[in-house]
């Protein structure tokens, strides 16, 4: 379905600002072993129909009429990955697919990427990045990077815990940034994941050479 993308390439908020620093400069690098990607997808149907990993590119989709990820939860469909055994609560920490997001035309109204919080925290989140219509935005608010569509684009999201902070990269220039309210520990998510208005009938993203970087 998809394939690698070629080897060349809120209050308080910043946007705009081209940073000539490279976005991992000073972290050190998290490799995610293979096991750490955990899928989520809705609970009536296989995985495959939802989700599938090749040639380094894994690939999300849902449909505005899919099932929640399991039989205890009403949220709406998704298809994505909680990043598992890298959950923070301190230092800086940073997301990036290498390059290599991809959303596709016409999807609209979904989440592509999260840093949520712990589980029954009072907050479910401190990011989401949702697609509506070609732009990615802050939540439904500020936005981050327009016309997202059918192109390949490197994202780096930055989290300081201790300044309560975060900070989004699109291809290496800094994008925005914004306070946050802080939460007790964090942890990574992306995929697809439906929100509550302008939904398309089908939604996807394609991610590779996802890591992690931090610094303490």
């Not at 949520?116 to 401190?126: G, K, L, M, P, Q």
């Not at 300081?160 to 220039?173: F, K, P």
Request: with cysteine; proline share 5%; aromatic share 14%.
């Amino acid at each position: 379905m998809a394939s690698s993308p070629a080897a060349s390439r809120g209050h308080g908020q910043v946007r705009g600002s081209r940073w000539q620093r490279e976005p991992t400069a000073g972290f050190q690098k998290v490799q995610p072993a293979d096991g750490d990607f955990q899928v989520q997808s809705p609970y009536n149907v296989p995985e495959s129909q939802r989700f599938q990993y090749r040639n380094g590119v894994r690939t999300f989709w849902v449909h505005r009429n899919d099932k929640p990820f399991n039989t205890a939860t009403h949220t709406n469909p998704r298809s994505e990955v909680r990043l598992r055994g890298h959950d923070y609560s301190s230092g800086v920490w940073q997301f990036e697919g290498y390059g290599y997001g991809y959303v596709p035309s016409g999807t609209s109204g979904v989440s592509v990427m999260q840093i949520h919080n712990e589980e029954d925290a009072a907050h479910s989140t401190v990011l989401m990045l949702h697609v509506y219509d070609g732009v990615l935005r802050f939540y439904s608010g500020a936005a981050v990077e327009p016309n997202i569509y059918d192109r390949w684009f490197r994202l780096n999201v930055t989290h300081d815990v201790g300044a309560s902070t975060v900070t989004v990269y699109v291809d290496g220039e800094h994008k925005f940034g914004t306070t946050v309210t802080p939460s007790e520990s964090y942890y990574f998510k992306f995929g697809v994941y439906m929100q509550h208005h302008d939904q398309s009938s089908c939604m996807e993203s394609r991610w590779t050479n996802v890591t992690l970087y931090t610094k303490h």
